[in-house]
């Protein structure tokens, strides 16, 4: 009898998946090396937290957590609504805007059709893609010596498509990278793309990316009904830990993604967390403006150390290493500083940093000086 490990009972696009490899979290280091007073620059968290209304709303929740959340997200959707000047038929919400991109892939894509993404993106698009058996097409980004290094070649992007193809995406600003296009060339690009696919715009560095011209695509969403804007609480809101994100886009879309999402994907914490953040624009405009000028700083100290950053719209920096880079990595950790390696997107040499605050800014500079053997100015 021949013998069948479980495993191989699964689909064979997902046997040879690589999963999603998340930033080091604090207590594994903690648990690793022994220490504490860890600085955690990996994941492109706010390091500011979230507004103090989400907070309360938060603790709040909790005396009813014994309840089923409301699955339509009500509030939550009502009050994104009035923001965005769009109805609550063009809402999705999702655990994270990562939920969001899986479901677009889940219910637009079979094993015949295709989907378009630039080098470099998001690691979600791809593993979403072949998770459902649909072809991945993965377009060369700009060389690192181009103005924008490593971003989005929208032209080639274009050429691309496919009549097969069902789903381009596009990060503005792109993680890992942080380039981005402007808003102008963006939109002539999504123009262009046949009606036959969507595109999805992730717009999960949004607030971060307004000041350096990239768009709002909301706005864009009537002119063209092939359009899917992603957007996330996870960044500019602080809310990374409770998970909301979600996707606007035409009605007829927005109705397909709520017949495969799951009726309880966001929690009630979530909810009443993201509403209440809602309530409080003042604290995300104060947190971006603070993010911005110490993006400024810490790009100024890397470059002050010989280090070239690629330019980024995002709340992180790219910075160039060279073959040493996963030393550069192991002696930050060794000196309590968590910063992301991105030898997963093909960009060995190269470790992306969070802009933190003052403080863990500097840490990160003076810990680089020592491994580097190099002194500040």
Same mark, same amino acid.
């Given at each position: @009898? ?24 604090? !207590? ?7 220490? !504490?007073?860890?600085?955690? *620059?990996? !994941? ?103 103005? @924008? ?77 092939? *359009? ?5 609480? !996870? ?82 920096? *790219? ?12 002696? *930050? ?45």
């Amino acid at each position: @009898m021949t013998t069948i490990h479980p495993g191989e009972l699964a689909v064979p696009a997902v046997r040879t998946l690589a999963p999603y490899v998340p930033g080091k979290p604090i !207590s594994e280091l903690e648990r690793e090396l022994g220490i !504490s007073n860890i600085v955690k *620059l990996a !994941s492109n968290e706010n390091p500011f937290g979230p507004s103090p209304l989400a907070l309360r709303a938060l603790q709040d929740a909790l005396q009813d957590v014994w309840l089923y959340p409301d699955g339509s997200g009500h509030e939550l959707k009502k009050a994104l609504a009035a923001i965005l000047g769009v109805g609550t038929e063009q809402l999705t919400l999702g655990n994270g805007s990562n939920d969001v991109l899986v479901l677009l892939a889940e219910a637009f894509l079979r094993p015949q059709d295709e989907a378009v993404y630039s080098q470099y993106c998001f690691a979600v698009y791809p593993i979403a893609v072949q998770a459902t058996g649909a072809r991945r097409i993965e377009v060369p980004a700009y060389p690192r010596s181009a103005v @924008m290094p490593l971003g989005h070649d929208l032209d080639a992007m274009l050429r691309a498509i496919t009549p097969r193809t069902r789903l381009v995406f596009i990060a503005n600003p792109n993680n890992p990278t942080g380039t981005w296009v402007d808003a102008g060339r963006l939109k002539e690009f999504i123009a262009a793309v046949p009606r036959t696919a969507l595109v999805v715009l992730d717009e999960a560095y949004f607030e971060y990316a307004r000041p350096q011209g990239c768009e709002d695509g909301v706005e864009w969403l009537e002119e063209f009904p092939n *359009l899917v804007v992603v957007r996330t609480f !996870s960044k500019a809101y602080g809310l990374a830990g409770v998970r909301v994100g979600y996707a606007v886009s035409h009605p007829e879309v927005a109705d397909i993604l709520n017949r495969v999402r799951q009726p309880f994907n966001v929690s009630s914490v979530a909810l009443a967390g993201a509403e209440a953040a809602l309530r409080d624009p003042d604290h995300v405009t104060r947190s971006v403006a603070e993010t911005l000028a110490q993006r400024d700083v810490l790009r100024a100290g890397l470059e002050s150390l010989g280090i070239d950053v690629i330019p980024s719209a995002g709340n992180f920096l *790219l910075a160039y290493f060279g073959p040493n880079a996963m030393d550069v990595f192991d002696g *930050l950790l060794r000196r309590g500083v968590i910063v992301r390696p991105v030898a997963n997107y093909g960009l060995s040499e190269y470790l992306r940093i969070t802009v933190g605050t003052a403080d863990q800014n500097q840490r990160v500079l003076e810990a680089l000086a020592a491994i580097l053997g190099r002194s500040r100015p």
